[in-house]
């Protein structure tokens, strides 16, 4: 018992002892934390303030970069809200609004969508080309003045500056149905299809190529209608040169190969022609010094005794084309193969030569005498040799596409024109309602004065003596100058017209004499002239229109403006009072004129069904003063304006034929300038006049680019 007490008294010795030990170790290690804060330096302070001013900061900033990203993440939320909110307001609005479908993206195309209201209108382009193709340039581009992306803009960039609210559809229209109002449509180089519904269809495609059914045209000819054709006219040039400086070929096949063929003689293929001509005189000049001499340019035009002839006659004689192009007339081609041309002579008598006949025509150049006593005899088809080329490129004029065609198939009692769809002068096409055509695909059918030269000339005799007097045919251009647009040109020449109808000059005109004059009215502007300036002319008179155009709501608020007693008819003194509330005051005269003409019942009142009737009917009448402005958008017939003729000749020359009444022509500098400077204004975009701008520096101080690529 005593050892055990002994071992527990030891044990609590060595408990007792830990535990002061560790006691004491506590202390200590106390008073060295003690002694070491007693002995901390102000710079350790400092230290330590810094890093708990900066633990806040850190802290600070934490808490605003959250809240900075939570309220981005908020706002992009509720912008997404709000542009969704947006797109459905839109298209809530877009089915309230008439659907007007356009197809094509040229000139005529381009010109509407810039100027249609899409606040009243919901307006969708349909093209297969998603660029607009400045093409009064394409000939330059085709000979390496100015790039080809310089005379091209996007749709999409173009809408997005003139109209962002129209939408485009790349795709090409297959079909239209105008009954119920629908087009078919398939995406390029895919099987997608869609159709889409239209309130008013605006063709403005443009046409095709015309090529008489020519054998061989398509497959051995070059067109210049698009960027392909002048990459090709560009590569088929130098490919020519190319082939005929190699060792081995035959003076025969090098005398080919550097005959260049234009057919055709008008304003773009003598455009095209020049730049050729500059193109071959210069760059390809000094490339092959040995083959200058054997390059020719040939042009090719049947059934015309001058070039141009879309211009006056003036301009062609004052400037000929130049003596080292060959002109051939009066000749029909038959065929073309891969490396000549099969041609038919169709003048008067077998063998007469060309205007300007080349080195290899075989017949004397002195056409035989004709007795005046004789009638001319009857054209003839001679033969004569095939034409040997290296290109040739053909610019005989355009015939109307696929969908036109279709068109033009399903109204066929009304839709004459083998070329065009006929439209009357609010360019809207026959027998297809609601269908409208701008530019090259269509065409606009005139009255002609001579189908009714007799009764005109009846009601023009005011003294019945079977004369007309320089009074009475004055009266011609008062009475008829709405009916027959024609009349318009000849408006301020009537003394003109008289002296020069007067063939016998006894001061008056015989039936004969009026009849010759009606000739030569409708000779005038029966068809429109294939230019851009026609096309976008007529886009700008379409949008005005449509813009200004009233429906049938904007006709009743009108009608419950003028019915002051709201009896649902409209009495003579309403009328009266009405437009005058209007500010549209009208004599009683007037008055009585406006209710005889809209009172269809005969029962002396107008009722709202007469009115809505009688004023949309009035919209396209273009009446002017008084009662006759109730429209408010009088929509007149369309009427071309021919600003000026621009053709450019010559590298430093050119010719200019200014204004529909002016005959002056300017050449030299100063009129190269100036079309280069219309030319200029007519681009549509910033981008295009300093690409435009660069391509002229460059070409003139380093020479064209005639590169392939």
């Known amino acids: 018992m005593l050892s055990a007490l002994r071992f527990g008294i030891r044990d609590a010795s060595v408990v007792s002892r830990t535990i002061r030990t560790s006691r004491s170790q506590r202390s200590l290690a106390d008073g060295k934390e003690r002694l070491k804060a007693e002995s901390r330096t102000p710079f350790q302070d400092l230290r330590a303030y810094y890093r708990h001013q900066e633990s806040r900061r850190f802290k600070i900033k934490s808490f605003l970069v959250g809240l900075a990203v939570g309220g981005l993440f908020l706002t992009i939320v509720l912008w997404g809200a709000g542009a969704a909110t947006k797109a459905q307001n839109k298209a809530k609005a877009r089915k309230k609004k008439e659907r007007v479908v356009v197809l094509g993206s040229g ?22 080309r998603e660029h607009f193709l400045f093409s009064p340039w394409l000939a330059q581009a085709a000979v390496g003045i100015v790039n080809l992306s310089s005379i091209t803009e996007p749709i999409s960039r173009f809408l997005q500056r003139f109209n962002p609210d129209v939408r485009y559809y ?28 239209y309130d008013k269809l605006v063709l403005a495609v443009g046409s095709t190529n015309k090529t008489w059914g020519i054998k061989g045209v398509d497959a051995n000819c070059i067109f210049v209608k698009d960027i392909q054709d002048a990459r090709r006219i560009r590569h088929r040039v130098l490919e020519c040169f190319s082939v005929a400086s190699s060792p081995g070929i035959d003076d025969e096949t090098v005398s080919r190969l550097l005959r260049f063929v234009v057919v055709g003689a008008g304003p773009a293929s003598t455009i095209f022609a020049t730049q050729l001509k ?33 211009y006056e006659r003036k301009i062609s004689h004052q400037f000929p084309p130049p003596e080292d192009v060959e002109i051939l007339r009066d000749l029909r081609i038959k065929e073309i193969t891969h490396d000549k041309i099969v041609l038919v002579d169709t003048d008067a008598g077998a063998g007469a030569p060309p205007a300007v006949a080349p080195s290899w025509w075989p017949f004397s150049t002195r056409a035989p005498a004709q007795d005046p006593a004789r009638p001319p005899p009857k054209p003839e088809e001679t033969n004569v040799p095939s034409l040997p080329y290296g ?139 294939a230019t851009a300036e026609t096309a976008i002319q007529q886009g700008r008179y379409l949008a005005d229109s449509f813009n200004t155009r009233l429906e049938t709501a904007d006709v009743q608020k009108i009608f419950h403006e003028l019915d002051l007693d709201s009896s649902g008819f409209l009495e003579a003194l309403e009328v009266k009072e009405g437009l005058k509330k209007l500010h549209l005051p009208a004599s009683d005269e007037e008055v009585i004129e406006f209710i005889s003409m809209s009172d269809r019942d005969k029962d002396g009142r107008i009722s709202e069904k ?20 109730l429209s408010r958008a009088k929509i007149t017939p369309f009427r071309y304006q021919h600003l000026g003729g621009f053709e450019y000749v010559g590298y430093e020359n050119s010719i200019t034929q200014r204004g529909s009444k002016s005959e002056s022509v300017l050449d030299g500098w100063g009129a190269t300038w100036l079309w280069k400077s219309a030319m200029y204004s007519q681009l549509v975009s910033a981008r295009n006049r300093v690409k435009m701008s660069l391509d002229w520096a460059v070409s003139k101080v380093v020479g064209r680019d005639v590169s392939k690529d």
């Open 391 to 529: 290109m040739c490129v053909w610019m005989t004029g355009y015939g109307p596409n696929e969908l036109v065609e279709k068109l033009r198939r399903q109204r066929p009692a009304v839709q004459l024109n083998k070329y065009a769809l006929l439209t009357d002068d609010f360019l809207e096409a026959f027998g297809l309602p609601d269908v409208f055509a701008v530019g090259e695909c269509g065409t606009i059918d005139r009255a002609e004065l001579v189908s009714r030269w007799m009764d005109v000339f009846k009601s023009l005799d005011e003294n019945d003596d079977g004369f007309l007097d320089p009074r009475e045919l004055s009266l011609l251009f008062t009475k008829y100058r709405r009916q027959f647009p024609q009349l318009e040109e000849f408006a301020s020449k009537a003394e003109s017209l008289f002296a020069e109808g007067d063939v016998n000059h006894d001061g008056k005109l015989s039936v004969d004499e009026f009849q010759s004059i009606l000739h030569r009215v409708d000779a005038m502007l029966t068809t429109l002239p």
């Open 170 to 197: 790349e795709a090409i229209c297959t079909d239209v149905d105008p009954a119920a109002h629908r087009i078919s449509c398939q995406v390029p180089g895919s099987h997608g299809e869609f159709t889409l519904d």
């Open 107 to 128: 000139w005529g195309g381009l010109s509407f969508v810039s100027a249609i209201d899409t606040n009243r209108y919901d307006v969708v382009v349909v093209s297969p």
């Open 278 to 310: 500059g193109m071959l005189n210069g760059e390809m000049k000094s490339r092959y010094p040995a083959l200058a001499d054997k390059v020719k340019v040939t042009f090719i035009e049947a059934g015309t005794d001058h070039i141009k002839n879309i």
């Open 610 to 629: 007469e009115f809505v009737q009688f004023v949309l009917a009035q919209q396209k009448q273009g009446y002017e003063g008084d009662w006759k402005r």
